[in-house]
């Protein structure tokens, strides 16, 4: 089995997350003390940060409604949330969706494409 990550060939080092080699100008090492480029780092800290914020549904109904609410009254857009029962909303939360007028204001609509 060839050694995929953190390849090593003499004094080159391989940045594993784009597979090129690494000078040791740009060289940093991540949490795992693998080495990388400094803006492919970047690049997968990011990618990582957007991840987490996606998970960020919150895990029981009466929270993930109170987010909603929030939402709604920010945006001045309580008839949004008026106007769908506890059901509909319940049911939203099962699917996943955010917490946001707009996710619901989506899913919504294609439910009902009149
Ligand atoms: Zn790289």
Known sequence: ??????VTQGST???WICGKAVSLDDCKTD?????VHEPCYTA????KNADENKKEIPADFPAWKERLREDCHLQGR????????????QLLWEGGLEPTVEAVVDAVRQDKPN
């Open 13 to 15: 080092k391989f940045c």
């Open 31 to 35: 949490e795992h003390g693998s080495i």
């Open 44 to 47: 997968c800290m990011r990618l």
């Open 78 to 89: 309580h008839y949004a949330f008026a106007v769908l029962g506890d059901h509909v909303l």
């Open 1 to 6: 089995m060839q050694p995929s990550i953190a």
